[in-house]
């Protein structure tokens, strides 16, 4: 009788040996590719949607740009002013717009302090009855005029006259004082053409145009130097 002895059996395919041909899947990484131990995120992370992301915020918390902009671009800045309406002045923040009878009396008063000064430096070299003194004294006085008002406005927009009757020469654009080419241009638009061609029938043509102008009130030399006169009552 053979007695069969179960060691002498071959091993079943795989039999106790591991088999090193097929690995178990890998916990946190894809199969076939080896995990990492300290739980690093995998080399390659799935792509965002792109369809399902918003857009990163623009440079001021609105997405797309400047406050929401569709095109990038900044808005653009407010104006400066609003249309001349009464007890308002013609831009934003200025004076009301001086009153004809103050400027007409600011007008008078400075005519009357430059024509007094330019006697006083004629008369010492002419007779009182000598009317050359006078034509002498009367252009000396067109003269002193035109560099009073230049130096004057180009100081602070107030000539004596000005001050006296608590208005002053403005900028028309924003208020301020007149630069030294606005006063002197305003000046000389004032002086010039009564002296060249017109005599004293210049000044009524000026003074009209600003009655009827619309809506700042300019007179021409207003208009040439781009001023305008308002209160500072």
């Known amino acids: 009788m053979s007695t069969h002895d179960p060691s002498s059996d071959p091993a079943p ?124 004294a009367a252009w000396l006085g067109y003269a002193l005029y035109l560099v009073y008002e230049g130096i004057m406005l180009s100081r602070d927009g107030q000539t004596f006259g000005k001050k006296l009757m608590k208005i002053r020469v403005a900028m028309l654009v924003d208020g301020s004082a007149p630069s030294g080419s606005a006063a002197w241009t305003r000046a000389a638009t004032f002086v010039l053409p009564a002296v060249i061609c017109c005599g004293g029938l210049w000044w009524p043509v000026d003074g009209l145009f600003g009655v009827f102008d619309k809506p700042y009130r300019q007179c021409l030399h207003d208009k040439a130097a781009k001023t305008v006169v308002v209160s500072t009552a």
């Open 13 to 136: 395919e795989g039999g106790d040996k591991p088999s090193f041909d097929k690995q178990p899947p890998q916990p946190g990484g894809q199969q076939g590719a080896p995990s990492d131990p300290y739980g690093a995120p995998p080399l390659h992370p799935p792509a965002a949607d792109p369809y399902g992301t918003p857009p990163p915020p623009g440079p001021y918390g609105a997405p797309g740009g400047y406050d929401g902009s569709p095109y990038g671009a900044p808005p653009p800045p407010p104006a400066y002013g609003a249309p001349y309406q009464t007890g308002a002045g013609p831009v934003a923040g200025m004076p009301p717009l001086g009153g004809w009878g103050a400027r007409i009396l600011a007008r008078l008063v400075d005519f009357l302090l430059v024509q007094a000064v330019a006697v006083v430096v004629v008369l010492p070299f002419a007779h009182l009855d000598d009317q050359g003194g006078w034509v002498g």
